[in-house]
């Protein structure tokens, strides 16, 4: 087993645990001098990221089935899981976005 492409996706998880529990904390006041974040920028970037995973994955895995091999069976399986965690967590955001606007519809006025 290639343990430095197991120890780069820990770190790499680590590093994402660490960013989501950054932006759990309690925002700046609003005069600071921090950027203002537009929302469609956020998501289109979050997208493409997931897009750009799913590609790697894809690429990886004909180059494997292809015969290549400067690509290893384990790296290929590793990223084709962070393929599916991607895919997944986006699903998951999508739900709770889609269950916020109908419970927002919902509302009496």
């Given at each position: 087993?290639?343990?430095?492409?197991?120890?780069?996706?820990?770190?790499?998880?680590?590093?994402?645990?660490?960013?989501?529990?950054?932006?759990?904390?309690?925002?700046?006041?609003?005069?600071?001098?921090t950027?203002?974040?537009?929302?469609?920028?956020?998501?289109k970037?979050?997208l493409?990221?997931?897009?750009?995973?799913?590609?790697n994955?894809?690429?990886?895995q004909?180059a494997?089935?292809?015969?290549?091999?400067?690509?290893s069976?384990?790296?290929?399986?590793?990223?084709?899981?962070k393929?599916?965690?991607?895919l997944?967590?986006?699903v998951?955001?999508?739900?709770?976005?889609?269950?916020?606007?109908?419970?927002i519809?919902?509302?009496?006025?």
């Amino acid at each position: 087993m290639n343990t430095p492409a197991v120890d780069n996706l820990l770190a790499q998880m680590r590093i994402a645990a660490a960013a989501a529990a950054a932006g759990l904390r309690e925002p700046a006041p609003a005069d600071s001098a921090t950027p203002s974040v537009n929302f469609a920028d956020v998501l289109k970037s979050s997208l493409d990221s997931v897009a750009k995973v799913q590609a790697n994955s894809e690429a990886m895995q004909k180059a494997f089935v292809s015969g290549d091999s400067s690509v290893s069976l384990s790296d290929t399986m590793i990223s084709m899981q962070k393929a599916s965690i991607n895919l997944q967590a986006t699903v998951q955001v999508r739900n709770k976005v889609v269950q916020a606007y109908n419970d927002i519809m919902n509302m009496q006025v």
